[in-house]
Each structure stands twice: as C-alpha cells, then as structure tokens.
C-alpha cells in the first residue's frame, strides 16, 4: 500500500462512528449492553426499539454528556446533538439567536441563513423564539444542528412536530449533509425519507438486580 493510500484510510477512521462492547447504566437500570457498530462518512444509522430502552441515551453517551459503563466511543471531533433542548435564546428573534452561536464558531451571518433556509423557516427568521409554535420549535432545534457544520449529526425524534411538508425537508437536508460525508445517527419514530446503512434495535432488558 502506497502512502498517499494509507493516509487516506486513516483519515477516513479518524472521521468515522466508532462503539465498541458499549453499555449503559442509568441509576440501577441496565438499559443496554456490548453495543458494536459503526457508520463511515456519508453513512446514516437509525436507532429503533420502546420508550425506555435507552435510544436518547445512547446519543448523549456519543454526544459526550454521558459516561458509558463500559465499552469505547470513537467519533469525530465535530458532533451536534439535537434534542428536546432548545439551546438557543427563546427571547431572541431566530436569526439573532443563531447569530450568537455562529459568533463563537467562527461562522457568518449567511451561514445563519442557510441553516435557517434549510429548516425551511426564511418567514420566521425575524420571530421572537418564544413566539413558536411545537412544530417551529423543532424546525428551530435543527437549524441550530445544520448551522453547526458538525460531521455526525446526533438527532432524538427529529421529526416531533413536523407536518408533512417539513419532513420532506428534513429528509432533503438531511440527504444533502449525507452527500458532503457528514453522517448521521438518529433516534425516531417517525419515518425519515433517507436510507439508512444501518439499523439498531434497542431490547428492554431487566432492571438490574446485583451491580454488573
């Protein structure tokens, strides 16, 4: 193997989805155990199974905001998670509160723009936060995630709330991200219109009787 070969595939690990033997413990609870899986750039993940079984934690454990019990993380060094937080000023108009985070990642005001364009809300880019409805809100939440320019994407039940219109966006958008090497792992129970190269299914498993 030549050189310019072997820089090429360690690039492409350093910039890959990495858990291995993964297991998490919330309180006495052992919501799941030995996870192994990977996604490679370009590559999308969907993360399945009941309420409870550990699906928002898993995305927090990789986000880094969770230790796991046991196992290893790899993972790009960009990660956006999108969650039930807003992260963003609800006092402020949308454009303003994005223009917060776009300072102190170095963006610019059209960065700010296409975010809030891909989240297909141009019209309330002017409207206070607070003002949003359940649906402007989650539109709200991702473009926070799209302005990131982050290689994974992190996303809990990104389409909540979302008509039918707006999941089309979502998926175009989330396509687009997928075409530019960016990957994506995402908790949801709603259909999202992109294939997924991979498909993680979360079992119940019994609250813990001993320590593990």
Request: aromatic share 4%; proline share 3%; glycine share 8%.
């Given at each position: 193997?030549?050189?310019?070969?072997?820089?090429k595939m360690?690039d492409q690990?350093?910039?890959?989805?990495?858990?291995?033997?993964?297991s998490?413990?919330?309180g006495d609870?052992?919501?799941?155990?030995?996870?192994?899986?990977a996604?490679?750039p370009g590559?999308?993940?969907?993360?399945t199974g009941?309420?409870g079984v550990g699906k928002?934690s898993?995305?927090?454990?990789?986000?880094g905001?969770l230790?796991?019990f046991?196992?290893s993380i790899?993972k790009p060094?960009?990660t956006?998670?999108?969650?039930?937080?807003?992260?963003?000023?609800?006092?402020?108009?949308?454009q303003?509160?994005?223009?917060?985070?776009?300072?102190?990642?170095g963006q610019s005001e059209?960065?700010?723009t296409?975010?809030?364009?891909?989240?297909g809300m141009?019209?309330?880019?002017?409207v206070?936060?607070?003002?949003f409805?359940t649906?402007?809100?989650q539109?709200a939440?991702?473009a926070?995630t799209?302005l990131s320019?982050?290689n994974?994407?992190?996303l809990?039940e990104?389409?909540?709330?979302?008509d039918?219109?707006?999941?089309i966006l979502?998926?175009?958008t989330?396509?687009?991200?997928?075409?530019r090497g960016?990957?994506?792992?995402?908790?949801?129970h709603?259909?999202l219109p992109?294939?997924?190269?991979l498909n993680l299914?979360l079992?119940?498993i019994?609250?813990l009787?001993t320590p593990?």
């Amino acid at each position: 193997m030549n050189e310019g070969a072997s820089t090429k595939m360690r690039d492409q690990a350093s910039d890959s989805l990495r858990a291995q033997t993964l297991s998490c413990v919330r309180g006495d609870k052992l919501l799941f155990r030995d996870l192994n899986f990977a996604l490679a750039p370009g590559q999308a993940g969907l993360v399945t199974g009941s309420n409870g079984v550990g699906k928002s934690s898993l995305l927090r454990l990789i986000a880094g905001l969770l230790e796991p019990f046991s196992g290893s993380i790899h993972k790009p060094a960009a990660t956006a998670l999108c969650d039930d937080r807003m992260a963003l000023d609800e006092n402020l108009s949308l454009q303003h509160a994005l223009r917060f985070w776009a300072r102190l990642d170095g963006q610019s005001e059209n960065d700010c723009t296409a975010a809030i364009a891909a989240a297909g809300m141009d019209h309330l880019a002017e409207v206070p936060i607070r003002y949003f409805s359940t649906g402007q809100r989650q539109r709200a939440r991702l473009a926070r995630t799209f302005l990131s320019h982050a290689n994974l994407w992190l996303l809990d039940e990104p389409a909540n709330g979302l008509d039918k219109a707006s999941v089309i966006l979502l998926g175009q958008t989330l396509q687009t991200h997928l075409d530019r090497g960016g990957m994506i792992l995402a908790a949801s129970h709603i259909a999202l219109p992109i294939t997924f190269d991979l498909n993680l299914e979360l079992a119940t498993i019994e609250q813990l009787e001993t320590p593990l």
